[in-house]
């Protein structure tokens, strides 16, 4: 059973910081998946934020790059975002995923994600 239960999600003014966390279940260390936090604004697609595949490599959307951060700890089977120069259009919920089928940073393919957490979210309170 694929459980991840997010973390750390709050109000927080613009230029403010946040660190959210993703605990993933012991079956999920395997290190042999991709793990991503993903975003869904109000109205709009569920779209990544960041992903680390299963080799390592972390990517980022365009419009977070400089300010998130991605950190993966394989021996606390935990996945943090960390959060900073937070802006009001980072105002969404966010979700934190894993699958053994490769990730994209394209958000059409979001869809076919398979474990998803219950999300957390995140508002600008400026």
């Known amino acids: 059973q694929v459980q991840l239960l997010e973390s750390g999600g709050g109000s927080v003014q613009s230029g403010g910081s946040l660190r959210l966390s993703c605990a993933t279940s012991?079956?999920?260390?395997?290190?042999?998946?991709?793990l991503g936090w993903f975003s869904q604004r109000s109205g709009n697609w569920r779209e990544p934020v960041a992903i680390?595949?299963?080799?390592?490599?972390?990517r980022y959307a365009d419009f977070v790059k400089g300010r998130f951060t991605l950190s993966k700890d394989i021996a606390k089977n935990t996945l943090d975002l960390q959060m900073s120069s937070l802006k009001p259009e980072d105002t969404a919920m966010y979700y934190c995923?894993?699958?053994?089928?490769?990730?994209?940073?394209?958000?059409?393919?979001?869809?076919?994600?398979?474990?998803w957490g219950q999300g957390t979210q995140v508002t600008d309170s400026s």
């Open positions: 680390i595949d299963h080799k390592g490599i972390i």
């Open positions: 012991e079956y999920t260390g395997t290190n042999d998946e991709d």
């Open positions: 995923a894993a699958d053994w089928e490769r990730m994209t940073m394209n958000p059409v393919r979001t869809p076919e994600i398979g474990y």
